[in-house]
Structure formats: structure tokens, C-alpha cells
């Protein structure tokens, strides 16, 4: 028989403020030694009263906002009550029948063709205390609890490992333009759990709901998704059952594993907090907010396919984060709009290579939209040679310095005399007697070769379309196109 | 309406309370009683009234994003009747 699988994401990223979600404890908590973030709020002592705080609950609706999700005209907190040890409390607070945003979407393109999933809801409720687990008793550190932390439940309406991956990748890609979340995943503030199963296709009634856990990567997500669709295929096939169950994704092996232990079905008697008033969201303050809401990933990326005459995959790319999007506008409001192509082959070739090579972000590079345009400028005046921007573009990229002030410094000004460049010819011609009688009897290479030369020679300062003008002369072939 | 034993069980184990066959009979009844006298508040006719979360008529109490410090750890951890590597220490869980 065939099946089709499917597949509903949920999402939780810790929000960008400075404190957490009920009390003034800060959240800057990865790498402060355990307990360091804690007082008698987050520690769920008898008698303390929590109070919310409003720029969680304005990131919450701000990302409603953008996934066009419906707001409420008035939302509360719930208590949801379980007995596990991430909660001091014994309960979370969260937010059960009446999350900030529900019924919106986003839209993913996978292989070429764009699809709306759905967006069950968006709520926000605060983070858990985080566990170690040893050999024979549990460590708990209480400094990530209270950390405000956004639920995002999609439909199951995603229906390949490919859509799942591209789902997350556009949530991403849309918190980090919001600046709502630092959506680090290895450091845990964006996580992900997925639903899924498999059914007949054509059918409407899905066989076990398959929870999966402990994804870390948007890889992991993809690989998971692969593996859990096919692993239910296969327990069909030979015959056996599938069973409704939660399992953990165990990234070295590349399977998922069951995880037991939980046979009975969750009760979590979630009740209306009774120490946090409910919020009301009047018109005023959601329009104020919904103002702050900047241009997302998907209409800037048609802008600026349409504005700058980019193809698809270059826009794709830089708008796949909002300081390389804002760094390539940023260019082109110092320049000429038709240089948009150049620009681009900067960003995405030398200016990626170095930082990738270095692990560093665009937001903090040394090198300003400013600089990188001072540098463009002197190539196009001839100041420079193409190669030699190269040069000039890594010290600048590692010692924060201005291109003219390198050129300057490390003589790297253009060689376009030509008599200088006929010297530093013929000296190569002479030194490289194989490659020129490799060009005279027909080899196009050798031309290449001894062109590479000169310019080596000159550290790549020489004019090369003059390098090559005089070469051919000098060889005594004709001109070349 | 009368809570049978096993409602009374399952209540008693999410509350991680142990009870013998005796008490499960007993708080049954109390529990039941309880019950009943919701029974007599829903008689009201609450057609034209929006249900109610809070009884006190405040909303939208916030805070502004401001840090603050935090308790000393050794405060933090003065009352963990077993502690480990500045953690409270538990019962081992199952994951
Ligand atoms: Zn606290």
C-alpha cells in the first residue's frame, strides 16, 4: 500500500529579554556556574507573587503578528500541573485555552513550489529547570527556569523531512528578523518536537501519532523525519502494529529510540492562574506593535528579486538573515543601484569566505558597508587591480583598516605604466621559455600561465587587461578576444 | 454524584499521595461531598453572565524587562536537603 507521511512541528524558542518571565532574575544564564539565576520566584517558594513581563508578552504578540495568527481581545495564563523536578513549582505557567496568536501561517517554498502550513497557535509560558542525569540520583539547576519561552505549534499539514527542515529554516529565519529570540539551537533557544505518522494515502485518519524528541539541528529534524517515516512504513510492512509513542532522536546512531516510562495519558488539570491578572489587548498597543514589525524574509526577497534584477537563489540567500540583507541595502544606498550584481558577488564570495573561515558574524565584522564601498570605488577608478582587491579586502577583513590606507601602506596601487609593465613582461617571457613555446605552437594555457606570472610578480598590482595586451604583443601572436 | 474508587486512586496518585483501602473509602465521601455542593452553585442561571478567570477585576499588571540581582547560591541552595555540584540533588529520573 502506499502512504504519505505526516508531519506537525513544535516549536519553542526562549525570547530576547533581559529578565525572565516573572521575576527580575537575568536570563544570561549559559555559562554562569549553576543556581546563580535564581530567587524565591523562579524557585517556586510559598507566598511569592509573580508578575509578567511586558516585552515577552509584546514579542509574543509581535510574532503572532507576523505568522498572521488572529490576537484576542483578552488572553490569560494557566496553570499546568505535573510532577516532574524541572518544576520547582509542581506546576508551569502557561497559556492553555487562550494562547496570544492562533490560526495564522507562513509560507515555505520546498523543491521550487511554494505551500502555506498553517499555524495552530502561539503561546507563551516560561522555561524549566534544567536536569542532569547520573548514574543513580538527578542534579537540577534552576537558573533556566522562568525563562520566557514562546510555543509555536504548526498543523500536521507538513508532509516531507524536505518541508519540515524548510518550515523550521522560515520560522527561523522570521524570529531572527524580529530579533525576538537569539534562536541559538545548539545553546537550546530554539527547540523543536515533532508529530509523526503515516497514512494510507488518499486517507484521512492517521495511524499512532509518533511524538519525536531531542532534535537539535535542522539537520537532525530532516534526518529524524526520514527515519521515522520510513521506520513506520517498515513495522506496517512486515506486519506488525504501529504504537502511539513518544521517542527520542539519538543523533550518533541516526534512529530514534522509545522512550518508556510514560503509560499513562497526560492530566495536567491546567487551571487560570490565579496570581497573574489577564491581559487585555486593546487595538492602540496592538497596532503599535504590529508598526515595529520590520519587511519579513518573503516579500524582501521578491523586492529584491524585482528591485535588483537577482535570481532567485542569490536573493534567497541574502535575505536569509536580516543583517546580510541590511548590509547588501546599506551598499547600495552608497553606490550606484545597477552595482547590486557586484555587491552581491563580494558578500557571498570573499566576505562569506573569511567569515566562515572564522567563525564570525557579519554583525560584528570590522568591515563596514562604508569600507567595503571605499574599496569597490578604488577599483573602479583604477586604483587598484581586481587581484589586489582581494588582498586589500582580507586586510581589511582581519585588521579593521580602510582600503586606501592599505594601499598606501602596502604600495598596492594599480601598475598601469605601460613600460613598467613591458619590463616586468619580458623578464617573465624570458624566465618561462616552455610555457612561451607551449603558446606558440597552440597552447591557450601557456597564455594563462605567463599572464599569472606577471601578475604574481607584481603581487597582483599590475593592470591585467594591460598585462595581457603587452603579452601578446611581446609573444608576437595577434590579439586574443 | 459519587467519585468511585478509581477516580479517588487516580486523584490520589497525580497528587503523589499514598492511600490505604480505608481512606480512599473515606476521602470518597468527602470528596463526593464537595462535589455536591457545586451541584448547588450550578443551579444558578448564569445565561447572560461571561464566564469569569479571575475574581479580582485588575488586568494587564506588568512589569518592565529590567534585571536585577539574583540570590546569593548558597542562599539559593540553603534548603536543599541534599546537594551536588552547587545542584540540588533528586531521586534518579527516569528519562
Ligand atoms: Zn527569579
Request: charged share 25%.
Amino acid at each position: 500500500m502506499d502512504y504519505e507521511t505526516v508531519i506537525g512541528l513544535e516549536v519553542h524558542a526562549q525570547l530576547l529579554t533581559k529578565s525572565k518571565m516573572f521575576c527580575s532574575c537575568g536570563t544570561d544564564y549559559v555559562s554562569a556556574p549553576p543556581n546563580t539565576h535564581v530567587c524565591p520566584i523562579c524557585l517556586g517558594m510559598p507566598g511569592v507573587l509573580p508578575v509578567i513581563n511586558k516585552k515577552a508578552v509584546e514579542y509574543t504578540v509581535m510574532t503572532a503578528l507576523a505568522l498572521n495568527c488572529t490576537i484576542p481581545k483578552s488572553t490569560k495564563f494557566d496553570r499546568k500541573n505535573y510532577c516532574y523536578p524541572d518544576l520547582m513549582k509542581g506546576y508551569q505557567i502557561s497559556q492553555y485555552d487562550a494562547p496570544i496568536g492562533r490560526q495564522g501561517w507562513l509560507t515555505i517554498s520546498s523543491n521550487g513550489s511554494k505551500k502555506r502550513i498553517n499555524i495552530t497557535r502561539v503561546h507563551l509560558e516560561e522555561d524549566v529547570s534544567k536536569l542532569w542525569h547520573r548514574e543513580d540520583y538527578s542534579l537540577i539547576d534552576v537558573n533556566r527556569s522562568g525563562v520566557p519561552l514562546m510555543e509555536i505549534v504548526s498543523e500536521p499539514e507538513i508532509s516531507s523531512p524536505e518541508e519540515a527542515r524548510d518550515y523550521l529554516v522560515m520560522l527561523h529565519t522570521i524570529l531572527r528578523y524580529l530579533g525576538v529570540s537569539t534562536c541559538n539551537m545548539e545553546e537550546g533557544s530554539f527547540r523543536c518536537d515533532a508529530n509523526v505518522s503515516i497514512r494510507p494515502k488518499g486517507s484521512s485518519k492517521l495511524l499512532a501519532k509518533v511524538e519525536v524528541k531531542n532534535m537539535n539541528s535542522f539537520k537532525a529534524v530532516y534526518q529524524a523525519m526520514e527515519y521515522e517515516s520510513k521506520r513506520q512504513r517498515s513495522v506496517l510492512e512486515k506486519g506488525g502494529e504501529l504504537v502511539q509513542e513518544t521517542r527520542g532522536w539519538v543523533d550518533e546512531k541516526g534512529i530514534t529510540v522509545s522512550q518508556r516510562g510514560k503509560e499513562y495519558a497526560d492530566d495536567y488539570r491546567y487551571f487560570p492562574e490565579p496570581d497573574l491578572p489577564p491581559l487585555v489587548f486593546d487595538k492602540a498597543w496592538i497596532e503599535k506593535i504590529r508598526a515595529k514589525l520590520p519587511e519579513l524574509p518573503e516579500a524582501r526577497k521578491e523586492r529584491f528579486m524585482a528591485q535588483y534584477g537577482l535570481p532567485l537563489y542569490d536573493a534567497n540567500i541574502l535575505t536569509g538573515s536580516r543583517t546580510l540583507a541590511d548590509y547588501f541595502e546599506s551598499c547600495l544606498e552608497l553606490m550606484d543601484k545597477g552595482k547590486a550584481k557586484l555587491i552581491r558577488n563580494w558578500l557571498l564570495g570573499d566576505f562569506s569566505r573569511l567569515l566562515n573561515a572564522t567563525n564570525t558574524d557579519i554583525e560584528t565584522t570590522q568591515v563596514s558597508p562604508e569600507h567595503l564601498v571605499e574599496m569597490l570605488n578604488l577599483v573602479d577608478k583604477g586604483t587598484i587591480s581586481g587581484p589586489a582587491a582581494k588582498a586589500v579586502f582580507e586586510e581589511m577583513f582581519y585588521s579593521g583598516k580602510r582600503a586606501s590606507a592599505i594601499v598606501t601602506e602596502k604600495k598596492l596601487s594599480q601598475i598601469s605604466d605601460a613600460t613598467k609593465v613591458r619590463e616586468m613582461v619580458k623578464k617573465v617571457i624570458a624566465n618561462n621559455a616552455k610555457a612561451v613555446s607551449d603558446y606558440k605552437s597552440g597552447k591557450q594555457q601557456a597564455l594563462t600561465f605567463i599572464t599569472g606570472q606577471v601578475m604574481r610578480t607584481t603581487r597582483g598590482r599590475a593592470n591585467p587587461s594591460l598585462v595581457k595586451e603587452i603579452l601578446i604583443q611581446e609573444l608576437g601572436g595577434k590579439k586574443i578576444a | 454524584m459519587k467519585l468511585s474508587y478509581e477516580q479517588v486512586k487516580h486523584i490520589a496518585w497525580l497528587a503523589r499521595l499514598g492511600l490505604s483501602e480505608a481512606e480512599v473509602e473515606k476521602f470518597s465521601l468527602q470528596l463526593s461531598n464537595i462535589l455536591e455542593n457545586f451541584d448547588i452553585l450550578k443551579q444558578i442561571d448564569t445565561t447572560n453572565v461571561p464566564p469569569a478567570t479571575h475574581s479580582i477585576p485588575l488586568q494587564n499588571v506588568f512589569r518592565e524587562d529590567e534585571a536585577a540581582k539574583s540570590y546569593p547560591q548558597s542562599e539559593v541552595l540553603a534548603n536543599a536537603p541534599r546537594q551536588e555540584e552547587s545542584c540540588f540533588k533528586v531521586q534518579p529520573i527516569l528519562e
